[in-house]
C-alpha cells in the first residue's frame, strides 16, 4: 500500500528563520511527487511537480527537492505569510494521489 | 483561484439523508478527482473520473457514487449519511488521465451531518 509521511507535524519559526519540511514516500512506481500549500478552509493550492530523483524546483522563498525515498521542502527567510499547512502528495501507478497529513507551519513576526 | 468551482459552499443535513455535490473542472480540464478531508484522516482520495468514465477508485464507501457528464462536471452523491461523513469534500481536476499531472482543487463544500 501506498504510504506518505510527513514530518514534522507542526513547526513554528520566527520571521527569517530558515528550515525545512519533510516528506517521506513508499510508493510503488512512482510517476511524480507533489508540493500543495492549504490555509485553513480553502483547497490546496499547487505549488511544485518532482519527477525524479535528484530534481529540484524553486519558487520564491520555497525550494522542493527529491530522492528516492524523501522529498524536502525548504524554507529561506519565512515570513508571515507562509504561515499555512504544507501537504505532500505521491503519485503512484494506479493513478491516484495519496496525501500525507500534512505540515502546519506557523511563522511569527 | 484554481478555476475549479465546487457547489454548495456549506451543506447542514440530518443523518439517513441524501446529498449531492457538485464541481466544474477547469475549462479544458478532462480528469476530475474527489476527496474527502477530516481532521483525523487528512485528505483521502474517492475516485476519479475521465472524460466521463471512471478512472480510479480509492477509499470510497459504498453509500458514495459519483458520475462525470458529458459537459464534464462531476457530481459526488452521498447516502444515508452518518456523522462520520462530516468532512471537507473537495474536487480537483486536470489535464491529464494519469496522476503525472498536477491537480488543481476546489474551494470545497463543507459537509456538518447532525
Known amino acids: 500500500e501506498d504510504q506518505v509521511t510527513q514530518s514534522p507535524e507542526a513547526l513554528r519559526l520566527q520571521e527569517g528563520e530558515s528550515s525545512s519540511l519533510n516528506c517521506s514516500y513508499t510508493?510503488?512506481?512512482?510517476?511524480?511527487l507533489f508540493w500543495y500549500r492549504q490555509d485553513p478552509g480553502k483547497g490546496p493550492e499547487f505549488l511544485f511537480t518532482?519527477?525524479?530523483a535528484g530534481e529540484e524546483k524553486e519558487k520564491e522563498r520555497l525550494k522542493a527537492t527529491l530522492t528516492k525515498k524523501e522529498s524536502f521542502l525548504h524554507i529561506t527567510a519565512p515570513k508571515p505569510e507562509d504561515s499555512a499547512t504544507y501537504l505532500c502528495?505521491?503519485?503512484?501507478?494506479?493513478?491516484?494521489?495519496?496525501f500525507g497529513k500534512g505540515t502546519l507551519l506557523t511563522v511569527n513576526p | 483561484d484554481s478555476g475549479v468551482t465546487q457547489t454548495p459552499k456549506h451543506l447542514i443535513t440530518a443523518t439517513g439523508q441524501r446529498v449531492t455535490l457538485r464541481c466544474s473542472p477547469r475549462?479544458?480540464?478532462?480528469?476530475v478527482y474527489w476527496y474527502q478531508q477530516s481532521l483525523d484522516q487528512g485528505l483521502q482520495f474517492l475516485i476519479q473520473?475521465?472524460?466521463?468514465?471512471?478512472?480510479a477508485k480509492g477509499n470510497i464507501l459504498e453509500r458514495f457514487s459519483a458520475q462525470q457528464f458529458p459537459d464534464l462536471h462531476s457530481e459526488l452523491n452521498l447516502s444515508s449519511l452518518e456523522l462520520g461523513d462530516s468532512a471537507l469534500y473537495f474536487c480537483?481536476?486536470?489535464?491529464?488521465?494519469?496522476?503525472?499531472?498536477?491537480?488543481?482543487f476546489g474551494p470545497g463544500t463543507r459537509l456538518t451531518v447532525l
Open positions: 480537483a481536476s486536470s489535464v491529464l488521465g494519469t496522476d503525472k499531472g498536477e491537480q488543481f
Open positions: 510508493v510503488s512506481g512512482l510517476r511524480g
Open positions: 518532482l519527477y525524479s
Open positions: 502528495a505521491a503519485g503512484g501507478s494506479n493513478y491516484k494521489l495519496t
Open positions: 475549462s479544458g480540464d478532462l480528469s
Open positions: 473520473y475521465y472524460n466521463g468514465e471512471e478512472r
